[in-house]
């Protein structure tokens, strides 16, 4: 997060995604929450931070989350994409796990047996855990409906990214091509699940992840030219009326305005 910082606070944090003349297609609030769509997470697992599996687990995520966040993020400035992406995420999971954290390592010290609970699985911890607090029908039924909400945001939003790369980078793909790539997605996935369980689909993802290793590096490099090449200083008003003039060079449309294919069409031959 803190090298993440560093870009926001440069001269590059002005520089916007896409180009320099587009203006943000959604509300700060709607980005905002359209974020959380994107299947992104924290995995409950500190014992891997700092783990090839914990960072192999990570990069497979990064195809469809970064071009889903890249697409609903065009016209911002890489600063607001910086706080809005990394920043302000990494704070609320800073809240969530000193709280959540705090609270077990608390029951655990006035002897709840939450060790035995984690040792069978992370989800059956956080039960464990909610189990010694007030109102646990109430929580238990939030948070199964909160991770169905997560699988089904996070399915919606590779289903959508893959029906983009499907078609050759349309930022609007075919309904069908969506539904057809979740549901080849949900057949592997059950696959897997029958076979070997939970397990197989970890690995498959961690080795999926090995080949988007040397990818991430090239996009690295790539955005550090597309940086230097960037003209940073351009003045504001020089922006306006550069996209005032792709708004005039725009074709009019509208219930009076004959399109230019047609109008062509009806020019007389000789």
Known sequence: MLLAVVPACSRF?????GKDTERPEFSTA?????MFSAGTRTMPLPQLISSPNYWAW???WTPFVGTFIARISRGRTIREFIVGVIVAP???SVVWFAILGGTALNQEMHGADLASAVAQGEEAGLFATLQHLPWFSITSVLVIVLVGL???SGADAASVVLGMLSCRGSTSPGRAV???RGALTGLVAAVLLMARGLEAVKQVAII???PFLFVMIGLCVSLVKALRADPTDIPEPAREQERDADAADEPR???GVMPAEALADTQPTS
């Open 13 to 17: 944090g002005s520089v916007r995604l």
């Open 30 to 34: 709607s980005w905002v929450a359209m």
């Open 58 to 60: 990570w990069i497979s």
């Open 90 to 92: 990494s704070l609320v």
């Open 150 to 152: 997560f699988f089904v």
């Open 178 to 180: 969506v539904v057809l």
């Open 208 to 210: 999926a992840a090995f």
């Open 253 to 255: 449309q509208g219930p």
